[in-house]
């Protein structure tokens, strides 16, 4: 039996064990799992993908600053929309409380006429 090892992160493990392990190390290293690629193609292929990636930030970008402008004008319109209902109300109840005025006007003016 081999000596025992241990630690918090794998728990116990033998002499065995790191035999194997090591061995398995080994045979992971052996495998070039990237030999059949073609580095000048993937080099192109990367290159392209870079530009495609560069415009896509341009425009996203370009589309942030718009939707910004958006957002800026939208509130000013919604502010100026509040100034002119409040200005339209105010008109509106103005002219009711004119017209009531000058019916009360025109009434008075009837009753002193039929007075005389």
């Known amino acids: ?63 942030r600053a718009d939707a910004g402008a958006a957002t800026a004008e939208s509130a000013r319109l919604r502010e100026a929309n509040e100034t002119l209902e409040r200005n339209i109300s105010v008109l509106f109840n103005t002219a009711k409380a004119e017209i009531a005025r000058k019916d009360r006007e025109i009434e008075r003016l009837e009753a002193a006429r039929d007075r005389r």
Request: net charge negative; hydrophobic share 40%.
């Open 1 to 63: 039996m081999g000596r025992a090892y241990g630690c918090e992160a794998f728990g116990s493990f033998s002499t065995g064990d790191l035999l194997i392990i090591a061995r398995t190390r080994r045979s992971m290293d052996d495998d070039d799992i990237y030999g059949g690629l073609d580095a000048a193609a993937s080099s192109a292929e990367t290159a392209g993908l870079r530009e495609q990636l560069a415009a896509a930030e341009a425009e996203r970008d370009a589309l």
